[in-house]
């Protein structure tokens, strides 16, 4: 119940931000993107931005491939001081996602949504990215640093998951051999 209810605010929220291109105004919310991130993803996590990803590491599922919901993680690094976070909206392809996020570039302190972000690590991993920036109506040419990507689910809770997941299939194995 309290899942629905979170995403019924986020997404009444997201609809007055598309709903609302004109410039920001005092009264105006300002979105940091880790409250977002936080909120948009059910990921509870607090902190900076680059300090979700070693709290996530005993608590969550963790990886270098997108899925859509997992929150990818910003290295901190030159003007971004603390890191970012940006919850993946879409998958693309292989090496491109659209992610939905908030106080980034162009857009400080507001909520931009499917925007592009482009995998340019030489080994496919997610590990270096380049992120579609508005202003200029392009990537841009900074290439950030990341983590990685953190998946909606407890870590241990997947596991089990899984675990089960084998054994069903063992004990159909098993239960047809005889």
């Not at 105004?25 to 936080?38: G, I, L």
């Not at 607090?46 to 929150?71: C, Y």
């Not at 879409?90 to 972000?117: C, F, K, Y």
């Amino acid at each position: 119940m309290t899942k629905r209810i979170t995403a019924a605010l986020v997404a009444a929220c997201l609809g007055f931000f598309a709903l609302s291109p004109a410039p920001a105004k005092a009264d105006d919310p300002y979105w940091q993107c880790v409250t977002f991130a936080r909120m948009f993803s059910g990921i509870n996590i607090f902190g900076d931005a680059w300090t979700w990803w070693n709290q996530a590491v005993d608590r969550f599922r963790t990886g270098r491939a997108p899925e859509t919901g997992s929150v990818l993680v910003f290295r901190p690094e030159g003007r971004m001081s603390r890191g970012h976070v940006a919850v993946v909206s879409d998958i693309l392809t292989d090496r491109v996602i659209r992610v939905t996020h908030a106080n980034w570039g162009g857009s400080r302190g507001r909520v931009e949504e499917n925007v592009t972000v482009v995998d340019v690590s030489g080994a496919n991993d997610w590990s270096q990215v380049k992120v579609w920036y508005n202003p200029i109506n392009d990537l841009g040419s900074t290439v950030y640093p990341t983590y990685g990507f953190i998946y909606n689910g407890a870590r241990d809770a997947y596991a089990a998951g899984r675990q089960v997941a084998a054994n069903a299939t063992g004990a159909a194995s098993a239960a047809a051999r005889n």
